[in-house]
């Protein structure tokens, strides 16, 4: 196995259903998406759950992913391409290192400074505070 290790149990959904304009439907498992989580379904490692979901609302920046754990805040990004594997395990490790999941500007690589769509708070910030 390859890619980053971590102790913070964390998720990274990933739309496989995500496409560019024009990219066919079919067949589904051949959707950027679905390449970039069959990708990290084949190199994350413990503490890393991949998760396939079908659809993020964030049709229009494929492929878009979300990254969420116990008590950090939620993210939601976009515009990686189907051959990031190794550029999202970068970010998810980076996430899953900061406290609250909020990574300081300056530290974020630079895929996550351009993709970022949005965060959602902790569903309690007391927990957050554990
Ligand atoms: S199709 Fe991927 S976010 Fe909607």
Redesign the pocket.
């Known amino acids: 196995m390859h890619g980053p290790k971590t102790d913070a149990p964390m998720r990274i959904d990933v739309?496989?259903?995500?496409?560019a304009a024009g990219d066919p439907a079919e067949p589904r498992e051949g959707r950027p998406?679905a390449r970039l989580a069959a990708a990290l379904e084949s190199v994350a490692t413990d503490g890393i759950e991949i998760a396939r979901?079908?659809?993020?609302?964030?049709?229009k920046?494929?492929?878009?992913i979300a990254f969420s754990a116990r008590g950090k805040w939620t993210y939601v990004y976009?515009d990686f391409g189907p051959d990031a594997a190794a550029d999202v395990l970068v970010c998810a490790r980076t996430y899953a290192d900061a406290t609250e999941g909020i990574i300081p500007w300056k530290e974020r690589p630079e895929a996550l400074k351009r993709g970022v769509v949005a965060r959602i708070p902790p569903f309690t910030r007391k927990e957050a505070a554990q």
């Open positions: 739309c496989v259903s995500c496409r998406g979901v079908d659809c993020l609302s964030v049709c920046r494929p492929c878009t976009g």
